[in-house]
């Protein structure tokens, strides 16, 4: 089994449905840096800042992350569906996730609440990688 983790911060969708990408933003998240540092290092790893590049759904990776901060939910969730049709197990996480649980876990295995530490990072993906799905886990996963 490959172990390589996709990490995307989706991008977000105008009023008239355009999504919505540029070359700078005035204010950017430190969630890819941070959740990144929680990966083990025997996983290699792949990142997507949306609003900058094209979501890559011809990735190998065996496991997809993807990281919301509220805005970008539905199109986080788009983009989830697209990875689940094509057979990637998909995390969810980030602040906004808590409150869709029930609308993400139709297109996620795992959905992480706030920030894992390494070692729950391990858990997560070991289970995920292995079983396609994730139990209960100290460190806020559903």
Known sequence: MQRKIYLIEPSYRDATGKLLQ??????????????SATVPAVWEKEFCMEYFEEVNFETDASVIGILSMGYDILHGIEIAEEFKRRGKTVIFG???ARLTLRRLRSVCHPVVHGHPGSYEMRGILETSSITGSHQN??????
């Open 22 to 35: 540029g070359e700078r933003v005035l204010y950017c998240s430190l969630e890819l840096p941070a959740l």
């Open 94 to 96: 980030g602040p906004q």
């Open 137 to 142: 886990t100290k460190g806020g996963s559903t």
